[in-house]
């Protein structure tokens, strides 16, 4: 049943159904969240991706305690910090975000609901991804991104359990993780309206344990396949453009754990669209707004590879391990995010530093 293949993109399927489900049911998106935190004053949806965060980092971290998942082979920890490219990247990500609305994601959820927008997105941001990490705009990541990365392996590794390790002389991963997960979660539990919120808080959990799962399965089929096997949990840029691949091209590769979830999500979505009577088909308006979908679909593609995740890989993901590169990723997303959204609704991408020193004064 491993040589097969199938068995780890049927995982990744099953997962992914999963997520998708819970994600559409109570509305789970990141840019809904930034935005609604931002505008309306509204912080629900913004802890429930928090908790889904903390609760991938309490799980995994346990898990790896238990020696069930090997999160050092992650990419996320093996790869040099990419800080030029989670900087830059983080913010191309996060102004595309704005301009679209939601993140590859989201766009998967929105699809499963009939949303033919989000079908121009994930397309427009598959190809841009893989133009990134195989095409010509991969050139430019080569000769000016790449060079500025940081190898922290002398330190201790990529993760700041590990750097942390190092510097005091023994292991402590498993107690950071567990201060960082308790703390945030003191804070995500400590408003009444999120804790009266029960879908959200079970979307967030469901959420957080299914990439916690993703690294168990796919270092379960890494150290028993008879093929090789990346260790991944759940990332939403190059695994649409690899879906993107499959449905185009035969090369003899069955599809991974990254395309699984893909499929999942989307099927997880449009399973629960169905059985809400959610399902709507809509189309951009006009050729501004389609203009406006694609540049952002680019943006998102090119940003997810520069950054090596998106909101789910770096802010989900690469955050249960513990990945340098998580907050640096994230902020450059959110900042993003808030300039792509001041210029959509204020015509200045940097209304916010206007606003932040009329807070201050």
């Not at 050092?72 to 490219?85: C, D, H, M």
């Not at 990945?323 to 200045?348: C, D, K, Q, T, Y």
Request: include cysteine; hydrophobic fraction near 55%; aromatic fraction near 8%.
């Amino acid at each position: 049943m491993l040589d097969s293949g199938w068995m780890l993109a049927l995982s990744g399927c099953m997962v992914g159904s999963i997520i998708g489900f819970v994600a559409r049911r109570s509305h789970f998106c990141t840019m809904a969240a930034l935005e609604r935190h931002w505008y309306a004053g509204d912080d629900r949806p913004l802890r429930a991706w928090a908790l889904a965060a903390l609760t991938a980092l309490i799980a995994t971290q346990l898990l790896s305690a238990a020696g069930l998942v090997a999160i050092e082979k992650s990419f996320y920890l093996t790869e040099p910090l990419p800080l030029a490219g989670a900087i830059v990247g983080g913010l191309m990500f996060g102004v595309g975000m704005a301009l679209v609305g939601t993140c590859g994601f989201g766009a998967l959820v929105r699809l499963g609901g009939g949303n033919l927008r989000a079908l121009v997105v994930l397309t427009g941001l598959g190809l841009a991804a893989l133009a990134a990490q195989r095409g010509v705009t991969g050139h430019i990541r080569v000769a000016l991104l790449d060079p500025l990365s940081l190898d922290l392996t002398s330190y201790g590794g990529q993760s700041a359990g590990a750097l942390l390790s190092g510097a005091i002389g023994f292991d402590v991963s498993l107690v950071l993780a567990l201060i960082i997960g308790f703390a945030g979660l003191w804070w995500v539990f400590k408003s009444a309206s999120f804790r009266a919120d029960r879908s959200r808080m079970a979307a967030g959990l469901v959420i957080g344990l299914c990439i916690a799962a993703g690294w168990v399965i796919t270092g379960f089929f890494a150290s028993r396949a008879l093929y090789p096997v990346q260790i991944e949990a759940g990332s939403f840029v190059m695994p649409v453009g690899d879906t993107i691949l499959q449905i185009i091209t035969v090369t003899g590769e069955l599809p991974d754990y990254g395309i699984g979830i893909v499929v999942g999500v989307f099927l997880g979505a449009a399973v629960s669209a169905l059985r809400s009577d959610d399902m709507r088909w809509e189309a951009c308006d006009d050729a501004r707004e389609l203009s406006r979908h694609l540049l952002g679909a680019f943006l998102m593609g090119t940003g997810g590879v520069f950054a090596l995740g998106c909101t789910i890989g770096q802010g989900v993901s690469a955050v249960s391990v513990m990945a340098i590169s998580a907050p640096i990723v994230m902020i450059s997303i959110a900042a993003g995010a808030r300039m792509g959204l001041g210029l959509l609704m204020e015509g200045n991408a940097l209304s916010f530093l206007a606003d932040w020193r009329a807070r201050r004064t």
